[in-house]
């Protein structure tokens, strides 16, 4: 089957418009890349996969000084379109595609990152199903840089008016999740351009106090953990988080007040999660307990939670084993107590296509 007739089949298959070959795209990927020459084609391969193919891909390469440019000029796929810029960080990338984006709809997709081969499909399905809703997200399981499942967050999947729950904490997890509608792209503005990290978190926020959310209730995001970035730039995390949280609590309405505690005890659990990463020997423990203390300070009811009583466990055999040892009881714990017990295939979606 040639490209076009598998993209009007998928579009067909999705219940939707099937357009030109000439038309603009039904769907626009915007991808940041900022030296990202490592991980850059593992990304485009899970584009290629993809069941639904009637999508542009933007790349903003934002000032990368690595091979990311000269990659790209070998990539040989009249579906990526990519504009160089001067460095001006994720936020103003993320803004720049959706400036240059065509498609009806809009989807995020940083380099590092992969998507299941499904993702697309289903997420305008989903759309399809709920007309009501303005955006719509998956899962997410989290890798690392061998591909190797780390973790995936055990959430309830909410759909609807989702503000609530967002305003405790993202569980929509990255900025390689949402797709959502182009006229509500261009309701809510684009993405912070002040925040140094957290800023897809601001962006949901905003987004979910105007339009109900769609799910699709599968782990199709694979985000991305390198080793570098587990314990780097918390500080910086921490303060645009706390800025979030003031400003969202700010806007929030009065009955919805009492959820700050939580979304803070949860950035606090967050930044713990952070500092312990998944070696024993680069965890930064003292500021580890630090963070955790404020957490249980904020709420003292997380520490019923399993995730609170993971960290709990985590650390203590930081502190009290030796490396060696210590390290072989984390993979324990990893593999026979998760967060969410993953039944899918996983290792299979993330093979970059032959």
Not at 74 to 91: M, R, T
Not at 252 to 270: D, F, G, I, M, V
Request: aromatic share 8%.
């Amino acid at each position: 089957m040639s490209l076009e007739a598998a993209a009007k089949a998928s579009v067909q298959e999705a219940g939707l418009e099937v357009l030109s070959v000439n038309a603009s795209p039904l769907v626009s990927v915007i991808i940041p890349v900022y030296n990202g020459a490592k991980t850059l084609m593992k990304t485009l391969g899970s584009l290629q996969a993809q069941t639904f193919q009637d999508f542009e891909v933007v790349v903003i390469n934002d000032g990368s000084t690595d091979e990311t440019v000269s990659l790209l000029t070998e990539v040989d796929d009249p579906k990526i379109h990519v504009f160089s810029y001067e460095n001006g960080g994720l936020p103003t990338a993320r803004n720049r595609g959706i400036e240059r984006a065509r498609g009806e709809f809009l989807t995020f997709l940083d380099a590092d990152d992969c998507w299941d081969q499904h993702k697309l499909q289903d997420q305008l399905e989903a759309l399809r199903n709920a007309p009501e809703a303005g955006v719509v997200y998956s899962g997410t399981a989290f890798i690392d840089e061998s591909d190797r499942l780390l973790f995936a967050r055990d959430e309830a999947y909410a759909s609807g008016d989702i503000y609530p729950q967002l305003l405790i904490r993202n569980f929509i997890s990255s900025g390689s999740n949402i797709l959502l509608r182009r006229e509500v792209a261009e309701a809510v503005g684009g993405f912070d351009p002040t925040l140094k990290s957290v800023e897809d978190w601001d962006y949901y926020l905003r987004l979910a106090a105007k339009v109900p959310f769609a799910v699709v209730p599968k782990l199709q995001i694979f985000y991305r953990q390198s080793s570098s970035s587990m314990t780097a730039n918390l500080s910086v995390m921490e303060s645009a988080s706390l800025r979030v949280i003031e400003r969202a609590f700010r806007q929030a309405p009065p009955e919805l007040q009492s959820l700050k505690s939580k979304s803070l005890a949860n950035l606090y659990r967050y930044l713990t999660k952070q500092c312990i990463g998944q070696d024993p020997r680069s965890a930064q423990l003292k500021a580890a307990w630090v963070n955790l203390l404020k957490a249980l300070r904020w709420s003292p009811k997380i520490l019923a939670q399993r995730e609170t009583q993971r960290l709990l466990a985590k650390l203590l055999v930081m502190v009290l084993i030796p490396a060696t040892l210590s390290q072989r009881l984390l993979d324990w714990i990893r593999t026979h107590l998760p967060m969410v017990a993953v039944k899918q295939d996983l290792t299979s979606q993330l093979k970059s296509p032959s």
